[in-house]
């Protein structure tokens, strides 16, 4: 696909990056030459310099041409600007990426009216992300296949915990759960296991299951399942904002503690039914004043990376319930990965894995058959949901007769409106949605799974 990026924040970059790896055309736009130096000296990509927004810089970069243009610039009108732009020079699909929650309402009515493929809102898009795995305390990270039948979970192993006497296979010989282990993190290494492989203490395990298996799963081996009563967020961010709406909606308790007074008072208006704090977030009083022991989740949500993650640490030694922090810097990742921080949010890279899924959608439409992918460890593990639009070498033969590349797992099923993990046994049928996690990224053809 030829794809025109406007904007090199770290949004930008990462799309590039992802949709690079993927052999589509890349040509980007930014004001800051300096910028696309770096990029183009990283990434084989062309670059303009110049304001996305105007004709002239369209047309440099081959608007003409383009499958899909998408605007993530700081600003969300000139986001906007630049899909209109384009939808009247060329014959593109276009994505804009807009934040101010003014315009949240309106999203809707955006797509519609200026003909967009996709309304990006990155605050929104992670508290829908953060409010997931409320949903299921248990889970680091939580991703749906299947139109919302499969969930893909990752959680870590507690030293204490059952499983890490079992080995994989005995997950359904004495549990008996329908639940399929696609992958284990174990200190410096990502594995796909075999049956044999015994679960450690600390492991970072993956699964593959639907809601209900994954409820009487987590049950089973008497990991914390309760539901979520209240909640503790530090930072009166736009996150803060639609998150607290979605909690309240579902009937969580939300108490937001907020240093800045004039954004106390805004939010006290927007969010009537929660309780807004006035007071420093990082004051240890304060938030045992407010009951932090008692919470069943603590989220912190503050401008600044390394209060986020010293206020995560306080809040895990003094409460047992849920933690989310949120860090928008990811260069020190494997760094911040080894700390006790449970879930960690990056709204950049949300955006970015919600854009390239779109762009796998509508290339799915040009040829390949990928219906959704999720990047599990960047650079390392993928999964990726095909659907089976045509007989092959791959439908019809019994998954144990079948010559599969190493590294290469299939996860789960999705037939008819019903959802299973498959065995030896079984067979792909045209009509099918399967989700294959593997260590071979950028896979387009569900064929590719196959030697």
Known sequence: ?????????????????????????????????????????????????????????????????????????????????????????????????????????????LQEELSLAMVINPEFAAASEIARVIRFPSAIKIDTFAKGKAELLKFRLPEDCLLCTFMVKDIALKLHCDVLVCMIERDNTVLIPNGDMMFQPNDRISIIATPASANRFFKKIKLFTNRTKNVMIVGASSIAYYLSKILLKSGISVKLIEQNEKRCEEYSLQIPNAIVIHGDGTDKEILMEEGLPQMGAFIALTNFDEENILLSLYARSQMRGK?????????????????????????????????????????????????????????????????????????????????????????????????????????IKVGDSVVVVSRHLGLHDICDIID
Do not use: W
């Open 1 to 109: 696909m030829d794809i025109i990026i406007v904007g090199c924040g770290k949004v930008g970059q990462t799309l590039v990056e992802q949709l690079n790896e993927e052999g589509n055309d890349i040509t980007v736009i930014d004001i800051d030459g300096n910028k696309l130096n770096r990029i183009t000296q990283k990434y084989d990509v062309m670059a303009v310099v110049g304001n996305g927004a105007t004709y002239s810089v369209q047309m440099e970069a081959g608007i003409e041409r383009a499958d899909l243009m998408i605007a993530v610039t700081a600003s969300d009108e000139l986001n906007l600007l630049c899909c209109l732009v384009a939808k009247k020079a060329g014959r593109c699909q276009t994505i804009a990426r807009v934040r101010n929650p003014e315009y949240s309402k309106d999203a809707r009515y």
């Open 323 to 427: 933690l989310v922090t949120k860090i928008n810097r990811i260069e020190f990742d494997d760094i911040i990965q080894k700390l006790d921080l449970d879930t960690i949010i990056n709204p950049k890279s949300t955006t970015a894995e919600y854009i390239v899924r779109f762009v796998r959608a509508m290339k799915n439409s040009m040829g390949s058959n990928v219906e959704t992918l999720y990047t599990l460890i960047k650079g390392e593990v993928e999964a990726a949901e095909f659907y089976v639009k045509t007989a092959s070498k791959i439908v019809g033969v019994p998954l144990q007769q079948l010559n599969f590349k190493d590294n290469v797992l299939i996860a789960c099923i999705s037939r008819n409106g019903k959802l299973f993990i498959p065995r030896g046994h079984d067979v």
